[in-house]
């Protein structure tokens, strides 16, 4: 579908990709991987049961750890685009983020073993606050919506 393009997480530089949501060096974690699609983000999770909630239903920590990787992957991926770096052409980028604030709204269940598609747009950016806008989503149904506020890690 899109995986000649590259991941954002695999472009974090490898002592910033530990993160047990989306890094590449966690064999243990999510894996989670946010592609830049034109002027939004996507990135794709399947729950398996270990994330149950109530029996057929995910728990809402796993959504909230979905929407802040994918989201601070989003302001990278944004942030990037901003500053003209092409992320087709680099092996590693120079932005990273960290969360200061997620806000999640849990719309309806999110339901066990299908396929979670989450998709990002960008808010705004103001120095290195960035704002991202989320929606994850199982067969085309809102499940929940996110917003979170990345900062630009310093150099």
């Not at 704002?131 to 085309?140: H, N, P, Q, R, Y």
Request: hydrophobic share 40%; with cysteine; aromatic share 6%.
């Amino acid at each position: 579908m899109h995986h000649k393009r590259k991941a954002i997480q695999d472009l974090y530089p490898d002592e910033l990709a530990h993160c047990y949501g989306c890094g590449k060096n966690n064999p243990d974690g999510h894996q989670l991987k946010t592609y830049l699609m034109g002027d939004e983000t996507i990135a794709h999770f399947t729950p398996d049961e270990k994330f149950t909630a109530i029996p057929g239903s995910v728990y809402g920590g796993l959504v909230a750890s979905l929407l802040d990787c994918h989201g601070t992957g989003s302001a990278a991926a944004f942030a990037c685009l901003a500053e003209n770096i092409d992320l087709e052409n680099v092996a590693i980028i120079p932005i990273r983020c960290v969360t200061a604030s997620l806000k999640v709204d849990f719309k309806v269940p999110t339901p066990m073993g299908k396929k979670l598609e989450l998709k990002g747009k960008l808010r705004s950016i103001e120095g290195r606050k960035i704002l991202v806008d989320m929606t994850l989503s199982a067969e085309g149904i809102v499940c929940a919506t996110g917003e979170i506020l990345a900062i630009k890690l310093k150099d």
